[in-house]
């Protein structure tokens, strides 16, 4: 499955963007999917997760009560809502969507994941 991710940009510290990533066919429901993100020099970090339903969800320590991850299958797409964004939130994030898994479950760890998209820049200035 091919994921287009879009929507990053530059924002200042307290603002927000939401992130869109849309996987165009038929399967998109059978896919959990998720968001991680990569900053320089570091290791790619998880995000958010989210079950193929759309009824469980997981977030990383860093992102909890700020970010919301929620998908819409009608339109393929799974969108990742940051608010009060802050300059260590500045990397490129990646959608990524996991195959054989079952309904209500969520995937925290980039290798459980089967396909991934391009990634899209977000930084944020102080």
């Given amino acids: 499955v091919q994921l287009q991710a879009s929507g990053g940009?530059?924002?200042?510290?307290?603002?927000?963007?939401?992130?869109?990533?849309?996987a165009?066919?038929?399967?998109?429901s059978s896919?959990?999917?998720?968001?991680?993100?990569?900053?320089?020099?570091?290791?790619?970090?998880?995000?958010?997760a989210i079950s193929r339903g759309g009824t469980n969800t997981d977030y990383?320590?860093?992102?909890?009560?700020?970010?919301?991850?929620?998908r819409d299958n009608a339109k393929n797409t799974v969108y990742l809502q940051m608010n009060s964004l802050k300059?260590?939130?500045t990397a490129v994030y990646f959608c990524a969507a996991a195959d054989r898994t079952v309904m209500g479950?969520?995937?925290?760890?980039?290798?459980?994941?089967?396909?991934?998209?391009?990634?899209?820049?977000?930084?944020?200035?102080?």
């Fill in 31 to 48: 896919y959990a999917m998720g968001w991680f993100r990569q900053a320089p020099g570091k290791a790619r970090e998880f995000v958010a």
């Fill in 105 to 126: 479950m969520v995937r925290v760890r980039p290798s459980e994941y089967d396909h991934w998209g391009q990634g899209t820049q977000v930084t944020v200035s102080s």
């Fill in 9 to 22: 940009g530059l924002v200042q510290a307290g603002g927000s963007l939401r992130l869109s990533c849309t």
């Fill in 87 to 89: 300059p260590e939130d």
């Fill in 60 to 70: 990383g320590d860093s992102v909890k009560g700020r970010f919301t991850i929620s």
């Fill in 24 to 28: 165009p066919g038929r399967t998109f």
